[in-house]
């Protein structure tokens, strides 16, 4: 097997849960990781320095997609396209954090490249990894509804985006692996926070309700100021409901279909992280057909999320 050189670029936490899952392919022998890249060089040498790995910053980008096959961007949520593009452009295999982008031409761009250039771009949508443990996409119905909240404390992170692409993204991605249509009306609300000193792009709260051409309704709503941090969804079948508890690994099952009831033990599922990094590489390695998420399908959960965020622009606090 071809031992694929890695690259990650962004020094910052999620860089470092990359970084961290490159150095396992490593001692895999799956990768040689050579190193991370960031603006400032200053915090590339920190977080290399830690792995044993090469340092890269400033105008050195260029310079450092000359030594890789594969790259992680985990950069902010607003250089996601720069970045990738650039590493699509110089044949380099890309996977990038979600959301993929921050504008539907600029997602376009992304995959349109990978495509001239017969690369893989995949997109760090991981907690499909989770339905996939349970047993949800092996279900023989499509359900009627979802409902789902996602809720976060406040954070001073990912404040470069609304809550709609830092949080939300993640149930809209979920909720479209289960929809067999296309999504249509939708009704919207939002809530901006405000507070001294604290200064975030686009809404905090959000609600969305979602109808689909196929008659699935799909409701989502999320928060980054709440007092507890919580994660659910409720999935309507038309022979009974699942509700998942996806904070604490565990879910109700009032149907009869046989969902794997110690899915939060499954390999795929104990490191959804891993299991995302790990298929990109089998993917590039030509072992898989598609890595868990693909450019294309982040790309669909981007158009969405933008469509909410486009609705509740420019409305009040509630």
Partial sequence: MTVLRAGVAGAGVFGGYHANKYKEAEAAGRVR???????????????????????????????????????????????HAEVALKA??????????????????????????AAEKGVVLACGHQERAVFEAMGLYAVPERPLRLESVRNGTVSTRNLDVSVVLD???????????????????????ARFREAPGYRAVGADEAAAEIKFDDG???????????????????????????????????FENGTPFDLNPDFAQADIARDPLGTS?????????????????????????????????????GKDAA
């Fill in 88 to 113: 699509l452009a110089a044949g380099v295999h890309t996977y990038v954090e979600k959301p993929l982008a921050i504008t539907v031409e600029s997602g376009e761009a992304m995959v349109a490249m």
């Fill in 167 to 189: 949080l939300m993204i993640h149930d809209l991605d979920l909720g479209l692996t289960l929809a067999a249509g296309e999504a249509g009306g939708m009704e919207v609300s």
């Fill in 33 to 79: 990781f050579v190193g991370i890249y960031d603006l400032d060089k200053a915090r590339a040498e920190a977080a290399a320095e830690k792995l044993g790995v090469k340092a890269f910053g400033g105008d050195e980008f260029e310079a450092f997609l000359a030594e890789l096959d594969v790259i992680t961007v985990a950069v902010p949520a607003f250089a």
């Fill in 216 to 250: 699935f309704v799909a409701t989502f709503a999320a928060s980054r100021m709440s007092e507890a941090r919580e994660r659910t969804m409720r999935l309507v079948y038309p022979s009974g409901e699942v509700f998942i508890d996806l904070l604490n690994r565990k």
């Fill in 277 to 313: 990094v790990f298929r990109f590489l089998d993917t590039v390695a030509g072992q898989r057909d598609r890595p868990l998420a693909s450019g294309e399908e982040a790309l669909k959960a981007l158009c969405l999320a933008l469509a909410i965020d486009d609705a509740v622009s």
